[in-house]
């Protein structure tokens, strides 16, 4: 796998590589571009003057983060805020073997500042908010570095998306994170192949048949045999990471794990009336 860092399937491995692969990310927080452009001003409320330790949001945008943890689907990682005492456990959807990845994470949920930085990132084109939403990505990562190894793949954009929009936001997002973890980022592997409809308005049924078959490993040689970090910026069906992951899988990658920034949780984003209902 010329150009590909092998990656060991052992659990083990991790303090010896990715672990100081995290560290020495960590020590070059600073020296990004993007922090070059717009340093030290929080992502959330853009309150500028932040200190170092925190450079990507204050305190107050920070408190109101809705982390993603336990209890979680084993698998898709869903959340179940309804119970917060049950242990994680497969989801209904999960049961059905739905999804070709095997494993999916999301730091946090999509709403409040979170949800505006990905908005003003992805259709403002504000590329500074870059590195903020890589360091929600850093600090889930730290919580179970070992799970998160492998190669990192951006689901990608047709090229007519990327012409439109001038850049690749997952791209970005595996481009900073590659650097902050010293990682693999292969961006010319997965091609989406076919012209597909914004996936706004579509349900989940209509978003499966909306990306099936859009996507194409181009050099499955450099897949074969390996470990794929799939990256997105937002999880809302997890169609379009499942779509991804079938054809890593079928071009021979021994495990796709899928991370985004954050995650749909309709549950959680009702509106103040509809929520004082339940
Ligand atoms: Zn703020
Ligand atoms: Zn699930």
Redesign the pocket.
């Known amino acids: 796998m010329m150009g590909v860092i092998e990656v060991t399937p052992s659990r083990n491995s991790f303090p010896a590589r990715l672990g100081a692969g995290i560290l020495s990310g960590l020590r070059g927080v600073g020296s990004s571009l993007f922090d070059l452009v717009f340093p030290g001003r ?1 992502a ?2 853009e ?1 500028g003057g932040l200190p170092d330790q925190d450079r990507f ?2 305190s ?2 920070r408190s109101r983060i809705q982390w993603i943890r336990s209890p979680l689907c084993t698998l898709c990682g869903k959340p179940f805020p309804k119970s917060p005492e049950s242990p994680d456990h497969l989801c209904g959807e999960c049961l059905l073997s739905t999804f070709q990845f095997d494993v999916a994470r999301s730091s946090a949920v999509h709403a409040g ?1 979170v949800r505006d930085s990905i908005h003003a990132l992805k259709f403002g084109g504000r590329l500074h908010h870059v590195p903020a939403l890589v360091q929600l990505l850093i600090e889930y990562i730290e919580l179970a570095p070992d799970a998160w190894e492998g190669i990192i793949v951006p689901v990608p954009l047709h090229t007519r998306r990327l012409r439109q929009r001038g850049f690749n936001q997952a791209g970005l997002l595996a481009r900073e994170l590659g650097r902050r973890l010293q990682g693999t980022v292969r961006f010319d592997v997965l091609q989406r192949k076919q012209w597909t409809e914004p996936q706004t308005r579509l349900n989940r049924e209509e978003r499966l048949s909306n990306v099936r078959n859009a996507f194409q490993v181009v050099l499955p040689g450099e897949v074969k045999g390996g470990r794929i970090l799939l990256l997105d910026d937002v999880y809302t069906t997890g169609s379009t990471l499942s779509e991804c992951a079938g054809e890593l899988k079928r071009a021979g990658a021994r495990e796709v794990v899928a991370l985004t920034v954050t995650r749909s949780v309709p549950e959680l984003n009702l509106p103040p009336e509809a929520a004082q209902e339940i």
């Open positions: 929080c959330g409320c309150q949001w204050c107050a945008c500042a």
